[in-house]
């Protein structure tokens, strides 16, 4: 096990219908420690590869990329969930339905942060049907910009979104993958990762 | 000036109605380097102060908080802006008015990361009236826990928040503080705040 994997198995809490709660060191209480490791792995997933900007989401992913960024040297944007009155019109839109709040929200950018001449890594803290990350995919394919990886600290494996995104050829580098958890019992059972690569 | 005045005056947009647009490098796109000078910044100033916890509110107060809590070797807790089927019953609970989107919203954190152990740094990007402040120290006086110090980027002296928050007896340190701003020049008055201390 790789040192998320652990601490998931050690801290985190299965509940009735596939509920994973990490809520102690990584979406309400965060680890900041922990989030420079995660931030440590994906710079070494993603070695060679050029990256001048992060796009996350809010809330839960824009500490992990914002202490994650500091390996890539580059500025952090967050996808914000719904429309304020102090951001310009001038912005990218995407519809994104949410698993957690059984809602759909508009995520949008704004055009000045994101363009071209981008080289973006995205980073969030959980990938399961993936409709967050559709959307910022979305965001990003309106921006002309080139989405060189994508960074996620526990996608959970029996769900689709992981799937998809790697079938449609993105590069794709979660840190753990949980393939199945009993709420029973507590266990988790992670997809085994090639450590060397 | 310091670097986050200088900034500001750079990069800072003035608007009709006392809006200051701060979105490429504060609460959209974000600077994470700034953010380290920031939290180096508050590590002085509130020198020889224990600190094992940072409370910030999602979403924008996040980002500077996770960086900032770097300097300060403590977790950092986001209080969330409403209820999450995620969340366990056992919350603390405060009512806050968003000045920006118009409506009142319930900020809740968990009673598992806020207890009478704790001293608590608050972080927020911004201060105007006060409103998620006020939340936030409900929040910590719920909690039984002690809050030692409010770390605020920018505040809006012409505004009520930071006098109310003064007279109550806390220690509040932002880094800048506007005392009026002009939209047709795009001027900004910043109060002067000593370097040296």
Redo the contacts between chains.
């Keep these: 096990m790789n040192f998320l994997e652990e601490r998931i198995q050690r801290d985190g809490i299965v509940k009735e219908g596939n509920?994973l709660?990490v809520?102690?060191?990584l979406n309400?209480?965060?680890?900041?420690k922990l989030?420079?490791q995660m931030g440590e792995e994906w710079k070494r997933r993603f070695e060679g590869t050029y990256i001048n900007k992060i796009l996350t989401i809010?809330?839960s992913g824009?500490?992990i990329?914002?202490?994650a960024?500091?390996y890539f040297d580059a500025?952090?944007?967050?996808a914000?969930k719904?429309q304020?009155?102090?951001?310009d019109g001038d912005m990218y839109v995407a519809e994104v339905e949410s698993f957690?709040?059984?809602c759909k929200n508009q995520v949008i950018?704004?055009k000045?942060?994101l363009g071209p001449d981008d080289h973006v890594l995205i980073i969030d803290d959980f990938l399961a049907n993936g409709c967050a990350l559709q959307g910022m995919i979305s965001i990003i394919a309106q921006a002309g910009a080139v989405l060189e990886g994508i960074g996620i600290a526990i996608e959970k494996g029996f769900q689709s979104g992981g799937r998809t995104i790697r079938n449609l050829g993105y590069h794709l580098e979660s840190l753990a993958i949980v393939d199945s958890m009993d709420a029973a019992t507590g266990k988790i059972n992670f997809r085994s990762q090639d450590e060397s690569k």
């Design positions: 509920v709660k809520d102690s060191f309400h209480q965060m680890d900041i989030f420079k809010e809330a824009i500490g990329a914002c202490v960024s500091e500025p952090v944007v967050f914000k719904s304020s009155i102090n951001i957690t709040h059984k950018v704004s000045k942060f």
